[in-house]
């Protein structure tokens, strides 16, 4: 078994997509759009071959909890860039592009090289070696 794709709703759905094109060179396929529903989603699909469906639709609550909070559910998405150096160097640019950094470039206690970083709509996303 292996996971095929991870979804989640946004309230702006050009600016998430562009984000992850540009930061972690996701490809986007074409914009699927219900007109009975209003659902619009788009497919990233990362190198890897794993996918992260981003959708938006009208009446969709945001979330109860302020993301700089810990909380039980689904809490990151962990992308692995490469070496080291590819965290540092795509962490720096994150926070010159005005992103906000949780957390910076670190070794983790279980031996993870990883930043973590906030998407436009204010999910973490680890940044990992690997």
Do not use: Q, W
Request: with cysteine; aromatic share 14%.
């Amino acid at each position: 078994m292996k996971i095929h794709h991870f979804a989640m709703y946004v309230k702006d759905l050009e600016k998430t997509r562009e984000f992850y094109e540009k930061y972690f060179g996701a490809k986007a396929n074409e914009l699927y759009y219900n007109p009975k529903s209003g659902l619009k989603t788009y497919f990233l699909t990362f190198a890897s071959g794993v996918a992260l469906e981003i959708m938006t639709k009208p009446g969709v609550a945001s979330a109860a909890f302020d993301h700089g909070e810990e909380y039980t559910g689904y809490i990151h998405l962990a992308l692995a860039v490469g070496a080291k150096e590819s965290v540092d160097e795509l962490t720096k640019r994150l926070r010159e592009d005005g992103y906000g950094i949780i957390s910076e470039p670190r070794t983790t206690g279980d031996g993870y090289y990883e930043s973590c970083v906030k998407d436009p709509e204010g999910n973490r996303i680890e940044i990992v070696a690997g």
